[in-house]
Nanobody, 126 residues
Framework: QVQLVESGGGLVQAGGSLRLSCAAS????????MGWFRQAPGKERVFVAS????????YYTDSVKGRFTISRDNAKNTVYLQMNSLKPEDTAVYYC???????????????????WGQGTQVTVSS
């Protein structure tokens, strides 16, 4: 069993930056592709970014390309989401997730991901 705990959310002004972290328990973190998803009020949860097991492959949704960067440190069992140039439309609860899939599958078929965190709130004021 793997537990994921997100941190780093908060309130920031438009144009600001935040770095989210997702710490995983267990010794199999490097076996999992990881992804970040977000859910805005009244909307469905959607894909933001994913990263392969060794960090060599990443995917992003179009709206965050060039602003967000996903990375991971397998020695620390942690995946990160660096968010720059934040916009009010980035306001959402952000979730990390992981599973024994590829980064592409994490992007396209999130139902394949076995493990989900509890989420961290990101609020961007205008």
């Amino acid at each position: 069993q793997v537990q994921l705990v997100e941190s780093g959310g908060g309130l920031v002004q438009a144009g600001g930056s935040l770095r989210l972290s997702c710490a995983a328990s267990g010794r199999t973190f490097s076996s999992y592709a990881m992804g970040w998803f977000r859910q805005a009020p009244g909307k469905e949860r959607v894909f933001v970014a994913s990263i392969s097991r060794n960090g060599g492959t990443t995917y992003y949704t179009d709206s965050v390309k060039g602003r967000f960067t996903i990375s991971r440190d397998n020695a620390k069992n942690t995946v990160y989401l660096q968010m720059n140039s934040l916009k009010p439309e980035d306001t959402a609860v952000y979730y990390c997730a992981g599973g024994a899939v590829t980064a592409a599958q994490a992007m396209g078929v999130p139902g394949l991901l076995d493990y989900w965190g509890q989420g961290t709130q990101v609020t961007v004021s205008s």
